[in-house]
Structure formats: C-alpha cells, structure tokens
C-alpha cells in the first residue's frame, strides 16, 4: 500500500462523498495509489439508504476521481 497520491485532494474527495443524501456518517476514509494510474478507497459508511448511499458514492469516486476499487 502506498500513500494518498497527490494528485487527489483527500479533504475534496471526503466532502463529495458525505455530500450524497443517503450518507449520514464516513469514517476511516483512505484513498490510495495500488500502482501507477491505479487508485483505491475504503471507507465505512453509515446510512438509513446503504444501497442508495454505495451508488452514489461510487458514482462521485468513478467519474471525478477516477477511482474504481472501493470497499465501502
């Protein structure tokens, strides 16, 4: 495991995903670099809409971070 890549702005990133309705609570929030242009995250959540929440969450961290290894 290596360190957050400078690239992302971990405070940004966190804000984009507790932003989401179905989010009510992020903790242990981590986001990684596996290898060059490989980024992942974890995360543990707590929503009344957990489904819902994991969508949108994956959603924000696909298409504006470019991450797509998540556990959630």
Known sequence: MEATPYEI???ECYK????AD???EIHDFHVWSISA?????SAHI??????TAL???TEVL???YNVY???I
């Open 22 to 24: 179905e989010v009510d």
């Open 37 to 41: 242009g490989k980024l992942a995250m």
């Open 16 to 19: 984009d995903c507790i932003e």
């Open 55 to 57: 969508q949108k969450m």
């Open 62 to 64: 696909r298409i504006k």
């Open 46 to 51: 707590r929503s009344a809409h957990p489904y």
């Open 69 to 71: 290894h998540t556990s």
């Open 9 to 11: 702005d971990i405070v």
